[in-house]
């Protein structure tokens, strides 16, 4: 195992690429199963037999333990270790990788993806971790964006890749492809990485508090679920269980010594307003990108491969002018980006309305998915520098965390909440003149989300957030490409002009 010292590496050394490849390779195996497995369902759904409800869980059952449990992953690593906890979740999501692709039912399936999260929730926050301790501070900014950068080229590939294996050697390939790569970081990152922790860390780790949100947030998703099939007794129990877990990881927050979500943050407006803006963004991004991939392929009569290559434009838009993007946020401010981003991006849902029978991919689908990528490859980048520059800075990397964690949990309510709305239940996805009337009603509703979002920037969002000499310089702050499904999580970590100031995911920490 090679050794240096911490913030001492330099990317130009061997050593300093294969950790870069470690940390890339890392992050890549949860962002390829985030774009994949959509493109997946339609056929999920037919070889094992499956109500909507349970393609609903498929995915809902991976972000659930993956948006509960991903602060505390960051916590751990800052503890225990980067590169150990980075490792253990490394061989986590591979083990349950391939209980995915074994899996001979929908629920052992439903089951696996919920494990899976876990493993995510631990080698998610660890790959950026490990760069920003292990580089010298002259290198972090490049190694976070070759790090971004390259994740976003897995990203592009990642739905066509799923539409290649589901038309070719089938859908528990998607699962099985994870098994090499996990090989892959496990060997270069036991043999390359240093270890990294914070010795200032207490080890006092906010456990009921994340507990609790995981099981407010799966009571709240199994309500909304099962609401599609009827309000029965059990869909007002779950809602209601959900609200008092709520309200108990509310007060378990507020007297925890190291919460895993710090209230306080809260009492300022502008990081409640983007927070906002985040859930009302991220919810209609969720719902187009589950129900588009499903009307593609039941009402257009598009293959799975087909269906994942119309999203890679919304990709490359962002790969192309993320830096622009950031660096137009940062010369006219952040209102602007943030409140025309979701009206473009309302736009290019709207145009979605003419995707049905027959549609042509050039005509009907390209030109809304351009809009649409467009308007997100204007707004994520702002997005996340207006959340960082909405606190102060010994808090930058928990708003990050926070950022990162709403985003998750909109997506797993909207994937929950858009189908029932829609009208949308059962097996009615097999049956194309329903999931055409329902996919029309959830576009109109993500759309009012993205307006909503735009709306709520316009009125809270006032010139520059901070003075540009105060801003934070956050890693990465999106001035290289983004995620098309989060914020960039930052487990903990931001710069100054004056020098590092750090704060782990449960908590702030005075130096790392």
């Given amino acids: 195992m090679a050794t240096s010292e911490a913030g001492s590496l330099r990317l130009g050394t061997a050593q300093g690429r294969w950790v870069l490849l470690a940390t890339v390779l890392g ?10 497995v959509n493109v997946a369902l339609p056929r999920i759904g037919t070889d094992l037999g499956a109500s909507l409800a349970s393609l609903q869980w ?65 080698l998610t926050p660890g790959s950026l971790a490990m760069l920003q301790a292990v580089f010298h501070p ?26 290649w294996l589901v038309d070719g050697p089938g859908w528990r390939w998607i699962f099985l492809l994870n098994l090499p ?16 922790r914070d010795e200032t860390a207490t080890g006092r780790f906010d456990v009921p508090g994340a507990l609790l949100a995981a099981l407010a947030l ?32 509310v007060a378990v927050e507020r007297r925890a010594p190291d919460p895993m979500l710090p209230l306080g943050l809260f009492s300022s407006r502008l990081f409640t307003a983007v927070n906002l803006v985040t859930l009302c963004v991220y919810a209609a991004f969720s719902g187009v990108f589950f129900l588009l991939v499903v009307q593609l392929q039941i009402v257009s009569g598009f293959s799975p491969l087909v269906s994942g290559f119309a999203l890679v434009p919304i990709t490359l838009l962002m790969l192309t002018l993320s830096a622009r993007a950031g660096r137009l946020g940062k010369r006219i401010g952040p209102r602007v980006p943030l409140t025309v981003g979701p009206l473009l991006c309302a736009a290019g ?32 980048a702002p997005l996340t520098a207006t959340v960082l520059a909405a606190v102060e800075v010994r808090h930058a990397g928990i ?25 949308l239940s059962g097996d009615a996805y097999r049956v194309p003149s329903s999931v055409d009337s329902a996919f029309h009603t959830a576009m109109l509703i993500c759309a009012g989300l993205l307006a909503g979002g735009g709306l709520i920037a316009s009125v809270t969002v006032r010139g520059n957030v901070l003075a540009p000499e105060e801003q934070p310089v956050a890693e ?19 710069r100054t002009p004056e020098g590092p100031a750090t704060g782990t995911a449960a908590g702030p920490s005075s130096e790392n």
Wanted: charge should be neutral.
């Fill in 349 to 380: 849902v709207l145009l979605m309305l003419r995707i049905g029978p027959g549609s042509s991919y050039w005509a009907d689908v390209l030109p809304a998915v351009a809009v649409m990528g467009s308007g997100m490859t204007l707004l994520v």
């Fill in 27 to 36: 992050s890549s195996m949860a962002m390829l199963d985030g774009t994949v």
């Fill in 58 to 122: 498929t995915l809902n059952a991976y972000l659930l333990t993956l948006a509960g449990l991903i602060l505390l992953g960051g916590a751990l690593g800052d503890r225990y270790g980067r590169r150990r906890v980075f490792l253990i979740g490394v061989i986590w999501f591979a083990a349950a990788s391939a209980a995915c692709a074994a899996a001979p039912t929908i629920h052992v399936l439903i089951a696996a993806r919920a494990v899976q999260g876990i493993g995510g929730a631990l």
């Fill in 181 to 196: 790569l996990a090989a892959a970081v496990i060997a270069v990152t036991s043999r390359y990485v240093p270890e990294s």
């Fill in 138 to 163: 002259d290198d972090r900014s490049a190694a976070v964006g070759l790090w971004s950068g390259l994740g976003g080229v897995s990203a592009a590939i990642g739905p066509f890749l799923g539409g």
């Fill in 476 to 494: 990465p702050n999106c001035d290289w490409p983004c995620s098309t499904t989060t914020p960039p999580f930052d487990p903990g970590h931001a």
């Fill in 218 to 249: 799966g009571a709240i998703t199994y309500a909304l679920t099962a609401a599609g099939e009827g309000l029965s007794p059990g869909v007002w129990v779950s809602g209601a269980l959900g609200l008092l877990l709520a309200a108990a990881f």
């Fill in 399 to 423: 708003a990050s965390g926070v950022n990162n964690a709403a985003a998750r949990a909109a997506g797993l309510l909207a994937v929950a909440a858009l189908p029932a709305m829609a009208g």
